[in-house]
């Protein structure tokens, strides 16, 4: 039996479960799919060689993965519209080159290279992220973390974190529930007393079943670290998509110098 | 005789002061069943965290051929498996399977054993193919079979439940007490559920205000209607107690035994 082998329409994953990607090892996608991102991010302004491989990349997983375009933009949404509109404001304000009148406002070329350049590796890089979501699950990502040394503590805190997510989101809502049978929905912001109220029994209740939570693993035998019974093995086809991933960017990288 | 649970005299007051446990006495021998009653507050819950050592009052306690002290708290909890009244406190790891092999893989078994000890707790409680499942996808009744399940692959001598029937919905509460009834364990079930208790154990002790006011025969107090009564204890409106066949005990060795 392999923990891995989560129910898909459970564990947020998206695209093929049974893929290829979907089944590397939670490791090689922790190191291969940031990378893109990072090179991506680290690369000159005008290193566009560098992002149509890092584009190209990414393509290739999701085509693999088979992670549709919809499914990616409806994940990648939130943080692109986030970065985005912000960077939309460089032209108007970063002057160099040609530049144009655009009633009150000025556009100049140089801002709008950066604007370009910006909005290419935000969606390079939370299109990395995603493709990362949608193939690996968040309890796979976290072992993934917890054998590549990340901290215990860490390692603890995420986990308890995923489970409970939706206990206290249930929570929430039954709150919301009873609030709103007694009518008791706050029109405004300036009248959410009552919000801050229900803040504080949801922070109470946390604590409280953060402490049963501890006592309940007290009670099996819990000593501080957190035992798997399926313990991850790097494969040769997981060695191989790092590899494939470093050979295809880090020469383009390196040849893109410092910018 | 080698008693399951020996408690004399055990007291315990929480840190600000109030009284939970007030000279509790208790013995239940290898293999019975007990039921432990008594109205909301009365240290039910209390009494059951001493029986591992996660609260420590005063006076004696054996538990599983072990004294409650410093030193043996890992191998006791390794004897004494405690399901919690919320199967969410009680289901921590990601997955079903994950937090079944908690406490094997605590208790220092190699994988492989983890691995068939996991696999025979969830066919015990019929959860075999939720093993990849997170916990928060299951229904109530699948969150309390796997909560069993937890305990149950640690092959304890002594399982120990609290309010194990709580918002189980009546089809629920059937499944578990079939799955209860075929486990060849002693027990003691903390319960405000009296047909419950009735139906699956032998014996009943009502704990009142921190002290034990009765002890004997399950059918007989719970048959004592001003007893019952003088604890706020009530079986559901016109139930009739005599159409409860009590459970027999497993034999020794069956499917969903434990044996140690």
Same mark, same amino acid.
């Given at each position: 039996?392999?923990?891995?082998?989560?129910?898909?329409?459970?564990?947020?994953?998206?695209?093929?479960?049974?893929?290829?990607?979907?089944?590397?090892?939670?490791?090689?996608?922790?190191?291969?799919?940031?990378?893109?991102?990072?090179?991506?991010?680290?690369?000159?302004?005008?290193?566009?060689?560098?992002?149509?491989?890092?584009?190209?990349?990414?393509?290739?997983?999701?085509?693999?993965?088979?992670?549709?375009?919809?499914?990616?933009?409806?994940?990648?949404?939130?943080?692109?519209?986030?970065?985005?509109?912000?960077?939309?404001?460089?032209?108007?304000?970063?002057?160099?080159?040609?530049?144009?009148?655009?009633?009150?406002?000025?556009?100049?070329?140089?801002?709008?290279?950066?604007?370009?350049?910006?909005?290419?590796?935000?969606?390079?890089?939370?299109?990395?992220?995603?493709?990362?979501?949608?193939?690996?699950?968040?309890?796979?990502?976290?072992?993934?973390?917890?054998?590549?040394?990340?901290?215990?503590?860490?390692?603890?805190?995420?986990?308890?974190?995923?489970?409970?997510?939706?206990?206290?989101?249930?929570?929430?809502?039954?709150?919301?529930?009873?609030?709103?049978?007694?009518?008791?929905?706050?029109?405004?912001?300036?009248?959410?007393?009552?919000?801050?109220?229900?803040?504080?029994?949801?922070?109470?209740?946390?604590?409280?079943?953060?402490?049963?939570?501890?006592?309940?693993?007290?009670?099996?035998?819990?000593?501080?670290?957190?035992?798997?019974?399926?313990?991850?093995?790097?494969?040769?086809?997981?060695?191989?998509?790092?590899?494939?991933?470093?050979?295809?960017?880090?020469?383009?990288?390196?040849?893109?110098?410092?910018? | 005789?080698?008693?399951?649970?020996?408690?004399?005299?055990?007291?315990?007051?929480?840190?600000?002061?109030?009284?939970?446990?007030?000279?509790?006495?208790?013995?239940?021998?290898?293999?019975?069943? %007990?039921?432990?009653?008594?109205?909301?507050?009365?240290?039910?819950?209390?009494? =059951?965290?001493?029986?591992?050592?996660?609260?420590?009052?005063?006076?004696?306690?054996?538990? $599983?051929? =072990?004294?409650?002290?410093?030193?043996?708290?890992?191998?006791?909890?390794?004897? %004494?498996?405690? %399901?919690?009244?919320?199967?969410?406190?009680?289901?921590?790891?990601?997955?079903?399977?994950?937090? %079944?092999?908690?406490?094997?893989?605590?208790?220092?078994?190699?994988? $492989?054993?983890?691995?068939?000890?996991?696999?025979?707790?969830?066919?015990?409680?019929?959860?075999?193919?939720?093993?990849?499942?997170?916990?928060?996808?299951?229904?109530?009744?699948?969150?309390?079979?796997?909560?069993?399940?937890?305990?149950?692959?640690?092959?304890?001598?002594?399982?120990?439940?609290?309010?194990?029937?709580?918002?189980?919905?009546?089809?629920?509460?059937?499944?578990?007490?079939?799955?209860?009834?075929?486990?060849?364990?002693?027990?003691?079930?903390?319960?405000?559920?009296?047909?419950?208790?009735?139906?699956?154990?032998?014996?009943?002790?009502?704990?009142?205000?921190?002290?034990?006011?009765?002890?004997?025969?399950?059918?007989?107090?719970? $048959?004592?209607?001003?007893?019952?009564?003088?604890?706020?204890?009530?079986?559901?409106?016109?139930?009739?107690?005599?159409?409860?066949?009590?459970?027999?005990?497993?034999?020794?060795?069956?499917?969903?035994?434990?044996?140690?």
């Amino acid at each position: 039996m392999d923990a891995c082998n989560h129910a898909p329409e459970l564990t947020g994953v998206a695209g093929d479960p049974g893929s290829a990607v979907h089944r590397l090892d939670p490791r090689a996608k922790l190191l291969g799919l940031p990378a893109v991102s990072v090179v991506a991010v680290s690369a000159p302004l005008d290193a566009w060689p560098v992002f149509v491989i890092c584009g190209a990349v990414l393509a290739g997983v999701a085509t693999v993965a088979r992670v549709s375009p919809v499914d990616a933009w409806r994940r990648a949404r939130g943080p692109l519209l986030l970065v985005i509109p912000v960077a939309a404001v460089v032209p108007f304000v970063r002057a160099g080159g040609a530049h144009w009148s655009l009633g009150p406002l000025t556009v100049h070329a140089a801002g709008l290279v950066v604007l370009a350049t910006v909005t290419i590796k935000a969606t390079i890089g939370v299109a990395a992220g995603v493709l990362l979501t949608a193939t690996t699950t968040f309890p796979d990502i976290v072992r993934g973390l917890e054998a590549m040394r990340a901290p215990r503590l860490l390692v603890l805190v995420a986990t308890l974190m995923y489970r409970y997510l939706f206990v206290v989101a249930d929570e929430v809502r039954r709150m919301g529930v009873a609030l709103s049978a007694r009518s008791g929905r706050p029109r405004s912001v300036l009248r959410s007393g009552v919000l801050g109220r229900l803040a504080t029994a949801l922070f109470l209740r946390s604590y409280a079943r953060g402490e049963r939570v501890h006592l309940a693993m007290l009670a099996r035998g819990y000593d501080g670290a957190l035992p798997r019974p399926y313990p991850l093995s790097l494969r040769r086809v997981d060695m191989a998509f790092v590899a494939v991933i470093a050979s295809l960017l880090l020469p383009a990288r390196v040849l893109a110098g410092i910018g | 005789m080698s008693w399951a649970i020996d408690l004399r005299g055990t007291s315990y007051r929480y840190p600000d002061g109030a009284g939970a446990l007030d000279g509790v006495d208790l013995r239940v021998g290898p293999g019975e069943r %007990v039921a432990l009653l008594g109205p909301n507050g009365a240290g039910k819950t209390t009494l =059951l965290l001493q029986l591992n050592g996660l609260l420590r009052g005063t006076g004696s306690a054996t538990v $599983a051929g =072990l004294p409650v002290r410093d030193g043996v708290l890992r191998e006791l909890r390794g004897r %004494v498996g405690l %399901v919690f009244q919320d199967p969410d406190d009680q289901l921590f790891m990601p997955t079903v399977a994950e937090d %079944v092999a908690f406490g094997p893989l605590n208790l220092g078994l190699d994988r $492989a054993t983890v691995a068939a000890r996991v696999a025979q707790a969830l066919a015990a409680v019929r959860m075999s193919h939720a093993a990849a499942r997170p916990p928060h996808v299951l229904s109530m009744g699948e969150r309390r079979r796997v909560a069993i399940a937890t305990v149950l692959s640690m092959r304890p001598q002594l399982l120990v439940l609290d309010e194990p029937s709580s918002s189980l919905d009546p089809r629920s509460r059937m499944e578990l007490i079939d799955i209860l009834s075929a486990i060849d364990a002693t027990m003691l079930v903390a319960t405000h559920d009296l047909p419950l208790a009735k139906e699956l154990c032998e014996r009943a002790v009502i704990l009142d205000r921190g002290r034990i006011v009765a002890d004997g025969p399950c059918a007989e107090l719970l $048959a004592d209607a001003a007893l019952l009564a003088a604890h706020d204890l009530m079986l559901p409106s016109g139930f009739d107690l005599s159409r409860i066949t009590p459970r027999e005990h497993p034999p020794a060795g069956s499917r969903a035994s434990m044996p140690a």
